[in-house]
């Protein structure tokens, strides 16, 4: 898988989540520590080498520089494709983000200025927030236990899966698309 563009079935992710555990002691003991990947090098192995997983390749979704792009494709007009990548400055993501949806989005970042760096951007801590609750769902809204068990399990699982991908560097790649079959190797 390739960083900028990652598109997992339900069954994919549910394989994942399952097999988690299996891929992180088999790459341990294959790289004799920590494989320093991203996670699109980590779930691309796991699903692929480790629980066999069919991926489907998608090249035409995204325009990279890195894979031949054409000549122009930095200026984000090809409304064929579903990503555009890299854009390392602010102001050249930003015109490129209103160039490909033009009169349909306004940027607010409040006050935020991007990473300079992928690595700086991967060294970034991430916030994490409840959601603004509706008052027109109250009603269907589970009990205070309920609710403290599921946030528990989230907050669990969200810290596991973070700790298992702090410091690992992705690499180049392509558009890939996970289903849930399993390959015939």
Not at 21 to 34: L, M, Q, T, V
Not at 130 to 151: F, H, K, N, R
Not at 168 to 185: E, I, K
């Amino acid at each position: 898988m390739h960083g900028p563009l990652e598109v997992l079935s339900k069954a994919a992710v549910a394989r994942l989540v399952d097999g988690w555990e299996e891929c992180e002691a088999g790459f341990r003991i294959k790289c004799s520590g920590d494989c320093k990947w991203g996670e699109d090098m980590f779930i691309d192995q796991c699903l692929s080498k480790v629980l066999e997983v069919k991926r489907e390749s998608e090249y035409n979704l995204l325009t990279e520089d890195h894979c031949d792009p054409p000549e122009g494709w930095d200026d984000c007009s090809d409304t064929s494709k579903a990503a555009f990548h890299p854009f390392k400055s602010w102001d050249s993501y930003k015109q490129c983000v209103l160039r490909a949806t033009p009169g349909s989005m306004s940027i607010v970042v409040d006050g935020a200025e991007p990473a300079d760096t992928q690595a700086a951007a991967d060294d970034q801590e991430v916030q994490y927030g409840a959601a603004p609750s509706s008052p027109s769902l109250a009603a269907a809204e589970p009990s205070d236990t309920e609710a403290g068990a599921e946030e528990e399990a989230q907050s669990d699982a969200t810290q596991s899966s973070a700790a298992s991908l702090a410091g690992a560097r992705p690499p180049d790649g392509g558009g890939l698309r996970y289903g849930a079959g399993r390959s015939a190797a």
